[in-house]
T-cell receptor, first 114, second 111 residues
Framework: DAGVIQSPRHEVTEMGQEVTLRCKPISGHNSLFWYRQTMMRGLELLIY????????DSGMPEDRFSAKMPNASFSTLKIQPSEPRDSAVYFC????????????FGSGTQLSVL | GENVEQHPSTLSVQEGDSAVIKCTYSDSASNYFPWYKQELGKRPQLIIDIRSNVGEKKDQRIAVTLNKTAKHFSLHITETQPEDSAVYFC??????????FGKGTSLLVTP
């Protein structure tokens, strides 16, 4: 299995631009999570899906952030418009059976907003 | 929601010594407590987990203990090696729900 696949690995953009991060979970995993990692705040849960349905989006910072999971093998996290404070590493993770248990993380997207 | 506190934020030990990282959680209903290791520039990876019906779990040089009454759990690494150097994250939550992570402990093992 290729594991959780995220793209792009690195994204540099200017303030105000739209950013789209992509994730392909492990086949057969029915829960998908988006986390944001910064030095100051550590790993923060943004949103999680179970069977493609958003279950908890209380961690989404504000309306500029949105996430979708149109099918079991693909999810996107979109930031529009982006701001410098959005600079962070964004991880996607998936799990099977019990959401939250034995998470498999992707390699992350390093986002820099100038 | 669940609040997870992790200490220390940095830890330096000599090779061969033991390392202990401690976490506390706020929600007494939490029943699942994993630990993740993140090497520099890499993704977090699960190294060990424990459920609330177990007080201790061991896997080779790594052990985790849980005190439900006090709402704290700890990671113990014995006979540390330079390759143990990484950031370690604890997490707590309900089985079947998303986890909340501690802020991480940067462990440095010096030869």
């Amino acid at each position: 299995d290729a594991g959780v696949i995220q793209s792009p690995r690195h994204e540099v953009t200017e303030m105000g631009q739209e950013v789209t991060l992509r994730c392909k979970p492990i086949s057969g995993h029915n829960s998908l999570f988006w986390y944001r990692q910064t030095m100051m705040r550590g790993l923060e849960l943004l949103i999680y899906f179970n069977n493609n349905v958003p279950i908890d989006d209380s961690g989404m910072p504000e309306d500029r952030f949105s996430a979708k999971m149109p099918n079991a093998s693909f999810s996107t996290l979109k930031i529009q418009p982006s701001e410098p404070r959005d600079s962070a590493v964004y991880f996607c993770a998936s799990s099977r059976d019990h959401p939250g248990e034995k998470l498999f993380f992707g390699s992350g997207t390093q986002l820099s907003v100038l | 929601g669940e609040n997870v506190e992790q200490h220390p934020s940095t830890l330096s030990v000599q090779e061969g010594d033991s390392a202990v990282i401690k976490c506390t959680y706020s929600d007494s209903a939490s029943n699942y407590f994993p630990w993740y290791k993140q090497e520099l520039g890499k993704r977090p990876q699960l190294i060990i987990d424990i459920r609330s019906n177990v007080g201790e779990k061991k896997d080779q040089r790594i052990a985790v203990t849980l005190n439900k009454t006090a709402k704290h759990f700890s990671l113990h690494i014995t006979e540390t090696q330079p390759e143990d150097s990484a950031v370690y994250f604890c997490a707590a939550g309900f089985s079947g729900y998303a986890l909340n992570f501690g802020k991480g402990t940067s462990l440095l093992v010096t030869p």
